[in-house]
DNA sequence: TGGACGATCCCCT
DNA sequence: GGGGATCGTCCAT
């Protein structure tokens, strides 16, 4: 196989070493007898003694899955409508994730159109996964996968093409009012399918 | 038991 | 560029 499923030991390392690195791997999704595929495009890491991150008051809970050993999905429920999911990073205990915020289609587009098509707009390919909840809707993750390991065979990641690093960008996180100092959101220069969510200045 | 708010998105002006 | 949708979660009464 061309891109083999990334190991537990990926996830167990630095998270700001895992959001970096996580661009360029694809994300593949088992769903319905046919298979969802995108490559991440946009993260962000929420780390340990972070006030911008749910785990930042402790365990939850809510948040519980987020202090589960690196490896598995983190997904919760935000502004009564929408899902968010993130890989969770280091050992059992820690409380650290890495927010997936963006993905480039590449297999089941007509599946993500479908189920991004509630919308009354017909979504174009660049509107599909272009966003943390976006890209939810698009794979149909939801409550459901909240735990999911990441080693397992519904939902999992494998290696993509080389990033070269100098295509990677970062800037200050999207969407939060704390922790605006950090330079802790990652993008692929150029690419397309990076949300347009408005960074806060540096 | 209540209220404030949120790691967003979409539509309108 | 601004506001509304919409509800689970958490903390303060």
């Not at 943390?132 to 939902?155: E, V, Y």
């Amino acid at each position: 196989m061309r891109f083999d499923k990334l190991p537990r030991s990926f996830y167990l390392r630095p998270t700001l070493a895992v959001a970096r690195e996580l661009l360029g791997k694809r994300l593949v999704r088992r769903y319905r007898n046919t298979r969802l595929i995108g490559i991440i495009v946009e993260t962000e890491a929420y780390c340990a003694g972070d006030p911008a991150s749910h785990s930042f008051r402790g365990q939850t809970l809510r948040n519980e899955v987020m202090f589960w050993k690196g490896g598995h999905l983190y997904v919760y429920f935000t502004y009564g409508m929408h899902f968010c999911a993130n890989v969770v990073t280091g050992e059992r205990g820690i409380g650290e994730a890495v927010l997936i915020r963006a993905v480039e289609p590449v297999t089941g587009i007509a599946t993500m159109k479908k189920n991004r098509s509630a919308r009354p707009r017909d979504p174009v390919s660049g509107n599909l996964t272009n966003g943390p909840a976006k890209f939810c809707q698009a794979f149909s993750i939801g409550r459901a996968q909240n735990g999911s390991d990441l080693l397992g065979d519904r939902i999992y990641l494998t290696e993509g093409d080389e990033i070269t690093r100098s295509h990677i960008l970062s800037s200050g996180r999207i969407g939060i009012r704390s922790g605006l100092d950090k330079q802790w959101r990652f993008y692929l220069d150029g690419n397309p399918f990076v949300s347009r969510g408005k960074a806060p200045a540096p």
